[in-house]
């Protein structure tokens, strides 16, 4: 167990639907990133944050966004839905720059 | 532009055997190359890392190859098991330590180890 909560576990939900994702990191790390896996794209980065601040940004959608709140969960939020949107969401903690611990995962599906 | 490229994509040993996973980097800025194993449902996780100043780490069964000249690093597995029969992803950052540690990983490789 990585320590990385992620909910839900699944979701599915309409084309042109907002859904929500959270990640709760490791006690004590201040940094979340998320990540989408998909088979065609296989792991992205999407964005990080570094307590309460975001700190690097990958190729996430305009329509993707997300934010840390002051007890260090994230959420991530995924608006106007597409079907192509279907993929695994990945939220990582560390301690700052140190190593990634993964959470099990978001598995989203768009109908 | 892809920046880490893995290979094979899938490999298939027997028990006892050594499968090794290769992959290839571009941007000489990157210092931390984590390799992680991933199974069905399950999010990644870290199984080892190398810094490029040295050549070589090990970690129980499983050991990093690291060439930093070829800009290639790989993963070998002593003595695998079927246990072992997951998804490997190479990956690599720049600035380890520093203010963000933003992997770019490679495509995969699908392992499977029959008893």
């Known amino acids: 167990d990585s320590g990385v909560t992620q909910t839900p576990k699944h979701l599915i939900t309409a084309t042109g639907q907002r859904v929500t994702l959270r990640c709760s990191p490791r006690?004590?790390?201040?940094?979340v990133y998320w990540y989408q896996q998909s088979l065609d794209q296989g792991l992205q980065f999407l964005i990080q944050?570094?307590?309460?601040?975001?700190?690097a940004k990958g190729n996430i959608l305009e329509r993707f966004s997300a934010q840390q709140f002051p007890d260090l969960h994230s959420e991530l939020n995924l608006s106007s839905l597409e079907l192509g949107d279907s993929a695994l969401y990945f939220c990582?903690?560390?301690?700052?720059?140190?190593?990634?611990?993964f959470g099990n995962g978001t598995r989203l599906t768009v109908t | 532009q892809q920046q880490v490229k893995q290979s094979p994509q899938s490999l298939i040993v027997q028990k006892g055997g050594i499968p090794i996973i290769n992959c290839a980097y571009e941007n000489t800025a990157f210092d931390y190359f984590p390799w992680y194993q991933q199974f069905p449902g399950k999010g990644p996780a870290l199984l080892i890392a190398i810094r490029p100043d040295v050549s070589e780490k090990k970690e129980g069964r499983f050991t990093i190859s690291f060439n930093k000249s070829a800009k290639q690093f790989s993963l070998h597995i002593m003595d695998s098991q079927p246990g072992d029969s997951a998804t490997y992803f190479c990956a690599a950052s720049r600035n380890y330590g520093g203010a963000t540690n933003k992997l770019i990983f490679g495509t995969g490789t699908l392992l499977a180890v029959q008893p």
């Open positions: 990582a903690s560390s301690v700052g720059g140190g190593p990634l611990h």
């Open positions: 944050y570094y307590n309460g601040e975001e700190r």
């Open positions: 006690s004590g790390d201040l940094s």
